[in-house]
T-cell receptor, first 114, second 109 residues
Framework: DVKVTQSSRYLVKRTGEKVFLECVQD?????MFWYRQDPGLGLRLIYF???????EKGDIPEGYSVSREKKERFSLILESASTNQTSMYLC?????????????FGEGSRLTVL | EDQVTQSPEALRLQEGESSSLNCSYT??????LFWYRQDPGKGPEFLFT???AGEEKEKERLKATLTKKESFLHITAPKPEDSATYLC??????????FGAGTILRVKS
């Protein structure tokens, strides 16, 4: 069964802490994405990656960075967590190629920043 | 700027009571409209892709339709297991996927 796995389902961190969210996919997909999901706002794109070591800013990149050292792994980093980063974080992947919107999502990481 | 608005925000149905969810969109050159289902505490799961007005797709009790301004997700004789949040997204010439806020569907037996 194809899968996108997010390492942490629930995290509680303190303001100012550095936070790592890890995502691994086993489908050999070129494209990977990080979204955050907040009630009433839908999914908002933070960063995406077309290939290894490549990254592009999404709509809300401020306060975040990413790393893609291997094709299967895409990490989201919060350098100094703040309370307004409390949210559900979703990782997704898809095959390369325009026209396909079929994203495969992980189960999400719910982050609470105190 | 591409935009997606879903209505209603929440919908409660009795088992067997058919209804429709709406997804209104504005996009610079539609390259695809997508429906996802999201169960509580889980990531979204892909349902359908629609590319042009008049197109329809079906899966079990769900049927998605598309016009030039909106899409409908019709649910026929729903069951409690159809309870979920349904998300709509569009991709335009900018090649970016823009999501709506979703409709929370609850089906009571």
């Amino acid at each position: 069964d194809v899968k996108v796995t997010q390492s942490s389902r629930y995290l509680v961190k303190r303001t100012g802490e550095k936070v790592f969210l890890e995502c691994v996919q086993d489908m050999d997909h070129e494209n990977m994405f990080w979204y955050r999901q907040d009630p009433g706002l839908g999914l908002r794109l933070i960063y995406f990656s077309y290939d290894v070591k490549m990254k592009e800013k999404g709509d809300i990149p401020e306060g975040y960075s990413v790393s893609r050292e291997k094709k299967e792994r895409f990490s989201l980093i919060l350098e100094s967590a703040s309370t307004n980063q409390t949210s559900m974080y979703l990782c997704a992947s898809k095959r390369q190629g325009a026209g396909t919107g079929e994203l495969f999502f992980g189960e999400g990481s719910r982050l609470t920043v105190l | 700027e591409d935009q997606v608005t879903q209505s209603p925000e929440a919908l409660r149905l009795q088992e067997g009571e058919s209804s429709s969810l709406n997804c209104s969109y504005t996009v610079s050159g539609l390259r695809g409209l997508f429906w996802y289902r999201q169960d509580p505490g889980k990531g979204p799961e892909f349902l359908f892709t629609l590319y042009s007005a008049g197109e329809e797709k079906e899966k079990e009790r769900l049927k998605a339709t598309l016009t030039k301004k909106e899409s409908f997700l019709h649910i026929t004789a729903p069951k409690p297991e159809d309870s979920a949040t349904y998300l709509c997204a569009v991709r335009g010439y900018g090649n970016k996927l823009v999501f709506g806020a979703g409709t929370i569907l609850r089906v009571k037996s």
